[in-house]
């Protein structure tokens, strides 16, 4: 797979992630989406502001179908490093 060199990627995700998340992240300012894959499973990192500024960071795993809670130390600083 090639890398994106030029160009932009427009995805709408509202409706996707208020049916994965519901209340816990609304009215969160979505800063990051990232895809990658984590112990061979597909994860999703978002990551972004919530109410009153306070910063937000979630983990998904697809093949689970479910949020990932405790997040793994490891995991976690590669998503403070963004």
């Known amino acids: 797979m090639l890398p994106i060199e030029k ?6 995700v509202d409706e996707w992630l208020d049916f994965l998340f519901g209340s816990l992240i609304d009215d969160m300012d979505l800063q990051r989406l990232v895809f990658f894959t984590y112990r061979g499973d597909w994860t999703c990192l978002l990551d972004g502001t919530g ?4 910063h937000l960071r979630a983990y998904f795993n697809f093949r689970r179908n479910r949020i990932m809670f405790p997040v793994p130390d490891e995991l976690d600083k590669v998503g403070a490093r963004f």
């Open 7 to 12: 160009g932009y990627l427009r995805i709408d």
């Open 51 to 54: 109410h009153g500024g306070r």
